[in-house]
């Protein structure tokens, strides 16, 4: 894998090896084939969705970085007086391949309720954002 630094972060420009065929990895896009636009949150529940991640070669891996954002004023864990504006990290997903990708509820202080927005980025590209309701009943 080559990396070269950019502007913003370190983005991975991997490369397939393989001879004369060798071809670079690349993402077109992100797509939400199911997710629904409200959510009725309690501990324990898990926030689901379905996406597909476009580009060639199809699957081969990618990572990706999901990034999970609460509402102002965010989540505070009361353990610690943390204050969370997002939750992140690094997925790995096959080019072509469907992925069910879910938030859990696993704590009460994480439930804001609000307007909720998940992203998946690659390196410095933002592939996709969607936005959901989370609700308490």
Known sequence: M????????????????????????RVDKVNVIEAPADFPARAGSEFAMLIAVVGRPEGATVKLREVWRPPAPG????????????FASEVAVKLGE??????VF?????????????????????MQSRNFDVYTR
């Open 2 to 25: 080559i990396r070269r630094r950019t502007g913003l972060t370190l983005a991975a420009a991997a490369i397939v090896t393989g001879g004369a065929d060798a071809q670079p990895i």
């Open 98 to 103: 469907s992925v069910r990708r879910v938030f």
């Open 106 to 126: 696993d704590q009460a202080w994480k439930i804001v309720p609000g307007r909720w927005q998940v992203e998946y980025w690659d390196g410095v590209r933002k």
């Open 75 to 86: 989540a505070r864990d009361p353990a610690n007086g943390q204050t969370y504006l997002d």
